[in-house]
């Protein structure tokens, strides 16, 4: 069964099937800045912030879009990306273009790291993850590297020269992490390495990775005939892709679970829906290259999902 979220622009309205209510906040029918977001992030008062890669960090407070970039606030770069809410609801992000720079934000005031602080030439951060002890992880061009809340250490990995573009670490203290050449997992002491070649990976670019349930869910960064998603537990691999499931695209960018279970996942061609193991897409638009979500967070019962076509909301 296809879903498709008819005549979202224009109009808030409530999906019959999914007994929920879409709304579509975008250039139009707001004071949305661009319609390109590249990342959404929910703080604890219920704040979201949403990166674009030309305008800098738009915060949607009181239903109010506010743009903070280099001109108005100490967001000194064009581009916002990732975005990271922590458990203790901590802001962080990483802002480039001109300056390369992670930001962190409490809910009151703003603190900045440059290589001044990190261990590293440039800083290039692609993901954030956190560990049940509050280290905060972050993955990029330059691999991984870790803070305390105090300092900020390398993380050395069996592979050099990745570039990260996805991690996440579960309460085992396992850590997986998506490169630009396949997957790393940390597990009993030790790096485990995956490629395409020496296991069931179904392509070398990882774009996401997400500890649910005792499973590794692990996103693919495209491809024609495989690609699309491997869920891997006890060692035995299960793959989604357009020929033997419903995903709609073998692009997965993001991995979220909701409050009760439910599994979504942002793709260049819509959303995947996963209940049970059993798989849904869901398209706001018809048209090709119309659907690209790039980010989703979750807020309650409340779904906030970035795309290339505006901010939408849906609440279950």
Known sequence: ????????????????????????????????????????????????????????????????????????????????????????????????????????????????????EIPVSNISVIDFAEDKEGNIYFGGG???????????????????????????????????IGHNSGLLVYSNGKWNTYDDKNSELQLSVVRAVKYIDNK??????????????????????????????KIPDHMVRDIEIDGNGTIWMATNNGMIKMVDGKIEPIYFREGRYKNTILDIATEGNILWIATNFGLIKITQ
């Not at 879409?22 to 979201?48: C, H, P, R």
């Not at 250490?153 to 050099?160: A, D, E, L, R, T």
């Not at 692990?218 to 989604?240: A, E, M, P, Q, R």
């Open 1 to 116: 069964m296809k879903i498709i979220f008819t005549n979202l622009i224009f109009c808030l309205f409530t999906i019959s099937i999914f007994s929920q209510k879409a709304e579509l906040f975008d250039t139009n029918n707001s004071n949305l800045i661009d319609n390109d977001l590249w990342e959404v992030s929910v703080d604890k008062n219920g704040n979201k912030y949403l990166g674009t890669v030309k305008f800098g960090l738009i915060k949607l407070e009181n239903g109010e879009f506010k743009n903070l970039n280099k001109n108005n606030s100490i967001i000194k770069g064009e581009s916002v990306t990732p975005i990271f809410t922590d458990s203790k609801g901590n802001i962080w992000l990483n802002y480039s273009k001109p300056n390369s720079e992670i930001a962190k934000f409490d809910g009151k005031d703003w603190t900045i790291y440059t290589t001044k």
């Open 142 to 176: 330059n691999g991984v590297f870790k803070f305390n809340g105090v300092s900020w250490s390398k993380v050395k990995v069996s592979k050099k020269g990745i570039t990260v573009r996805a991690i996440d670490v579960n309460d085992n203290g396992e850590i997986a």
């Open 216 to 245: 590794l869910f692990v996103g693919y960064g495209g491809g024609f005939g495989n690609g699309g998603l491997s869920i891997i537990k006890n060692g035995k691999w299960t793959h989604f892709n357009k020929k033997n499931s």
